[in-house]
C-alpha cells in the first residue's frame, strides 16, 4: 500500500537492476546461486515487485537525509496512542518450530487365533507402529510451517500479521533478537525472545519491511548494514 505523495516523490530516481524475484513454488531460494536467480528477475517496468522496490529504494534515502515516511490508516487492530502505520501488504508466512518431540504411542495387539492370523496381525500392528514412528521423527524436526498468505501491517511499534487459525499476530520491534533480511531472496527472518517461534516473512514488499525494520531495530546503524546496500546504491 504506497502513498500518492510518496510515489511521486521516488518516481524519479534512476532505474537500477532489481533483485530477483521471490518465487514461492521454487525450492529452497535462499541457497540458489546469484546467476540462478537473475532467470527469474524482473522484467516488467510496471509491477507490485517493481513498485515496493522503487518505494523502498526512495523511502531509505529519503529516511537517510531525515525525511519520514508518510503515516497510513489503519482499520481493525487498535493501535496505541502513539501508534502509527507505516504499511500494509500481502505476503507469505511462515514460522520455525518442531511440532512434537519424537515420542509415539505404539499400538500392541492381542491376537489369539490360527498362526496365520496371528503373523498377519503383528505384520499390521508393526506398520501402524513404523508409520507412527516416522510421523513422530518429522514432527519433532525443526523445520518452517504454518506456510500460509496474510495480510502484515507494520507499525512504528510492531508487525502485525494477521493470520488464518490465530488472527492478529503482534511483533514488536523490541522483542526482536536477530534480525536477517534478504534482498536477493525477497524474504525478511526475525527471531524473537522468549517461547516466540522464528519468523518469516516473503513477498513483494519485503524490501521496505527491511528497510523499517532495520531503522527500529538497528536505529541509527540501519544505513551501515551492508545487507541493506542495494537500497541506498
Known amino acids: ?43 516488467s517496468p510496471r509491477n507490485e515487485w ?11 534515502r529519503r529516511f537517510a537525509q531525515g525525511i519520514s515516511p ?41 491376537v ?4 496365520a492370523v496371528m503373523v498377519g496381525a503383528l505384520a499390521v500392528s508393526a506398520a ?3 508409520r507412527r514412528k516416522v510421523a513422530a521423527r518429522r514432527d519433532a524436526e525443526q523445520r518452517w510451517r504454518d506456510h500460509q498468505q496474510i495480510q ?10 494477521n493470520t488464518l487459525d490465530a488472527g492478529f499476530e503482534s511483533y514488536y520491534y523490541g522483542g526482536i533478537t536477530e534480525f536477517y533480511p534478504d ?6 527472518t526475525l527471531a524473537f525472545d522468549g517461547q516466540v517461534a522464528p ?12 528497510l523499517w525494520t532495520a531503522t527500529a531495530v538497528l536505529g541509527d546503524r540501519w544505513s551501515r548494514d551492508s545487507r541493506l546496500a542495494k537500497l541506498l546504491a
Not at 522496490?53 to 531509505?60: L, V
Not at 534482498?183 to 525478511?188: G, P
Open 1 to 43: 500500500m504506497l502513498d500518492g505523495w510518496w510515489q511521486e516523490q521516488v518516481a524519479g530516481g534512476d532505474a537500477r537492476p532489481l533483485p530477483a524475484v521471490y518465487d514461492p513454488d521454487l525450492p529452497d531460494r535462499a541457497g540458489s546461486e546469484p546467476e540462478q536467480r537473475q532467470q527469474h528477475a524482473v522484467t
Open 50 to 60: 517493481e513498485s515496493w522496490w522503487m518505494y523502498a529504494r526512495g523511502a531509505a
Open 70 to 110: 508518510p503515516e497510513i490508516e489503519v482499520f481493525g487492530p487498535v493501535l496505541a496512542a502513539d501508534e502509527y502505520g507505516l504499511l500494509q501488504a500481502d505476503l507469505s508466512y511462515s514460522r520455525l518450530y518442531a511440532a512434537g518431540d519424537g515420542r509415539y504411542q505404539k499400538t500392541g495387539m492381542l
Open 112 to 115: 489369539v487365533g490360527r498362526p
Open 128 to 130: 501402524v507402529n513404523h
Open 152 to 161: 502484515v501491517t507494520m507499525t512504528n511499534h510492531r508487525l502485525l500479521c
Open 183 to 188: 534482498l536477493d531472496a525477497w524474504q525478511l
Open 199 to 210: 519468523l518469516r516473512l516473503a513477498g513483494p514488499a519485503v524490501p521496505a519491511l527491511c
